[in-house]
């Protein structure tokens, strides 16, 4: 079956540092692969999202690139912020399986002023 | 302003008790989602709906049920056969259930069994 495997947290930086969060996938086919992000108490927000190979999702700052080789989603950013401090969820939806989501274990991230 | 709305934010249930989560969208979308989040992990589907009057099972639908008799309405009833329901409910929704669909979540209802 499909899944997403991401690094474990916390992730702990300081502002202005540079963020990585690996995300590895396992689907069958081509699916479309998302990053979500969690603030404390909240619901799920699109932080960005790829439909095929090679395309580069980005939004505020964030970035990343679907690598359909490494079948990866590695999210970046290249300077962080204390406001980024929350819990970032990678997800991917594949045809085979309907196109339900199937999510990452979540990576939490703490910004230190 | 189009959205998912979720009541109440919080509950609290006895053991033994059925309990009923609310999920309303204005988004005009045709599919909407259950999932349920643990302390410290991912999201898993409890239902979904790809249209009105029609539902499936996720990965975890035993104990819970659902119905879909509007377009903007999908609840959730938390059954006194879940054995361990405490935990965060996530209700999204999306235009459809085609590739790269985005799913929109509500703010989510933490549910505390006492």
């Known amino acids: 079956g499909n899944s997403v495997t991401q690094m474990e947290g916390p992730v702990t930086l300081s502002e202005e540092a540079f963020l990585t969060i690996n995300c590895t996938y396992t689907?069958?086919?081509?699916?479309?692969l998302f990053w979500y992000v969690q603030y404390p108490g909240e619901g799920l927000q699109l932080l960005l999202k790829?439909?095929?190979?090679?395309d580069k999702g980005s939004n505020k700052g964030f970035e990343a690139t679907y690598r359909k080789e490494t079948t990866s989603f590695h999210l970046e950013k290249g300077s962080v912020q204390v406001s980024d401090s929350a819990v970032y969820f990678c997800?991917?939806?594949?045809?085979?399986?309907?196109?339900?989501?199937?999510f990452g274990g979540g990576t939490r991230v703490l910004v230190k002023p | 302003d189009g959205g998912i709305t979720q009541s109440p934010k919080y509950l609290f249930r006895k053991e033994g008790q059925n309990v009923t989560l609310s999920c309303e969208q204005n988004l005009n979308h045709d599919a909407m989602y259950w999932y349920r989040q643990d302390p410290g992990q991912g999201l898993r589907l409890i239902y979904y709906?790809?249209?009105?009057?029609?539902?499936q099972k996720g990965d975890i639908a035993e104990g819970y049920s659902v119905s879909r008799e509007k377009k903007e309405s999908f609840p959730l009833t938390v059954t006194s056969a879940q054995k361990n329901p405490t935990a965060f409910y996530l209700c999204a929704s999306s235009i459809g259930m085609a590739g790269g669909d985005t799913q929109y979540f509500g703010p989510g209802t933490r549910l505390t069994v006492l």
């Open positions: 997800a991917l939806s594949a045809k085979a399986a309907g196109n339900k989501l199937t």
């Open positions: 689907a069958t086919g081509y699916p479309s």
């Open positions: 709906s790809q249209i009105v009057n029609d539902f």
């Open positions: 790829a439909t095929k190979a090679d």
